[in-house]
């Protein structure tokens, strides 16, 4: 019993047909019994000891519009039912429709041992008949819980290894499901699956940050104190930009420093309105980076000599505020440089990528595709949190996320769509959060900044 518990429902051969068993197991009782209702007082004063002989001679007295009447309401109410259960216990459902695919991924691949055994008759020819028999059939477990699926599947070193330890594709793809998270433990292998992604999209609202990470949806956080630095990707209309303005709305909510750079001069660089360190010229750029640089380097030695300072443990630890290198069209920006200066650059914030973590400083690139020739030096292994949205090619996708990827990509016509790998190689599909119609960033940051101003000032006092 604690195996049925701690693994979920175990796929049988006969699931092949679960959701006709799992029907027909509840209608035809609520059927018969509807019936029984109609007719019950006929049945009551029925002899059934003499049953054969009655319906033999016909001295049953039941009009037959009255028959066919309930007939229909007892099909009716079996339709309805099928609706109210539908309606109110869609997880039960979602669970017999998986098992019964999972039950049919294994048959119809012929993951499985048989032999055949002679049986009862003989065939035109004088053989005798013989049916297959099921002398093997891995262990494979289903569970949901919370909107998460998890498969578990015994590893026993048989033929079939390879096939069961390489089920994403086919799981992803044929439950209409994303893989996000693939745990290999000691006999078996766990594949932890999210049913309908889209329903775990949230709202703006809910977007926050706190004891080091970044919720973003449901069931995705962004530990940067963990995995430090993020990769953004994605071409025109994918939702990049609202992605990166609510980003800087919900870190503007904490006490963490912000730095905006915005070399085409767009969207983020309006926002120097309202917050102070937004830059979009090149030389602005290049000493905003410099600066962010050598303030990282200097956190660094200054948090060894802090009274408190224990070694292991980061910023936060010690109470100081994260900074946010925020940098959109990365690649735009590398074009504006001279190859001294790109080489200048790129050294500096290979050791930010490195080092930035303990001291809690932190970068957020953006750009429309992560090209190696502005990322190279391993500096684009270092970001562990990578989002790829909207429209990219299979080049684009395997410069997020490596050449030598499992994953199917599929397009949809959502804006703020994409992939998401969260820092461990397992790539899900994400939805940015929500924007509601008419929210203006701009106004919003603004507050927040004079809010955060008028803090700070009555700090001071």
């Not at 029925?46 to 309401?73: A, F």
């Amino acid at each position: 019993m604690n195996l049925f518990f701690s693994h979920g429902k175990r796929i049988k051969s006969r699931d092949n047909h679960l959701v006709l068993r799992f029907t027909l197991s509840r209608l035809f009782p609520l059927f018969f019994l509807t019936l029984a209702l109609f007719h019950g007082r006929t049945l009551l004063h029925l002899d059934w000891h003499s049953l054969p002989e009655t319906l033999q001679e016909g001295d049953i007295d039941i009009p037959i519009p009255y028959l066919l009447l309930s007939v229909w309401i007892s099909l009716l109410i079996c339709f309805l039912s099928v609706v109210l259960f539908k309606c109110f216990f869609p997880d039960t459902i979602k669970q017999v429709i998986h098992r019964q695919k999972l039950a049919r991924m294994l048959l119809e691949n012929k993951w499985y041992e048989s032999e055949q055994v002679q049986s009862d008759g003989l065939l035109d020819d004088g053989r005798t008949r013989s049916k297959e028999k099921i002398t093997y059939f891995p262990k494979m477990y289903y569970k949901l819980i919370d909107g998460l699926i998890y498969i578990r599947v015994e590893i026993s070193l048989g033929k079939y290894q390879d096939q069961l330890l390489h089920l994403e594709k086919k799981l992803e793809s044929g439950l209409f499901c994303e893989l996000v998270e693939k745990e290999l433990k000691d006999s078996y292998v766990e594949y932890t699956l999210l049913y309908d992604t889209i329903a775990n999209r949230i709202s703006i609202e809910d977007v926050r940050a706190e004891n080091g990470k970044l919720k973003l949806m449901e069931n995705v956080w962004w530990e940067y104190d963990k995995l430090p630095h993020m990769l953004i990707a994605g071409g025109t209309g994918g939702g990049k930009t609202y992605f990166i303005l609510t980003l800087i709305e919900s870190l503007l909510q904490t006490n963490v420093t912000l730095y905006v750079l915005d070399p085409k001069n767009a969207d983020l660089a309006d926002l120097a309105v309202a917050l102070p360190n937004v830059y979009s010229k090149k030389e602005e750029m290049i000493a905003c980076i410099d600066s962010f640089y050598e303030n990282m380097m200097k956190r660094s030695e200054d948090m060894k000599q802090m009274e408190n300072y224990q070694t292991g443990e980061n910023y936060a630890y010690l109470g100081l505020p994260a900074q946010f290198l925020i940098f959109d069209e990365y690649v735009a920006f590398f074009e504006m440089l001279s190859k001294k200066e790109s080489t200048e650059v790129l050294n500096k914030l290979k050791k930010i990528v490195m080092l930035g973590r303990q001291a809690g400083f932190f970068l957020i690139l953006a750009c429309q595709r992560p090209d190696a020739k502005y990322l190279g030096d391993g500096i684009r292994d270092q970001f562990n949190f990578r989002v790829a949205l909207g429209r990219m090619s299979e080049m684009g996708y395997g410069m997020m996320f490596g050449s030598d990827i499992q994953k199917d990509f599929f397009l949809k016509q959502i804006k703020g769509r994409g992939y998401v790998d969260v820092g461990n190689s397992v790539i899900s599909e994400f939805y940015t959060p929500l924007v509601p119609k008419g929210h203006d960033f701009l106004e919003e940051i603004n507050r927040l900044a004079q809010s955060r101003q008028g803090t700070q000032a009555a700090d001071e006092v």
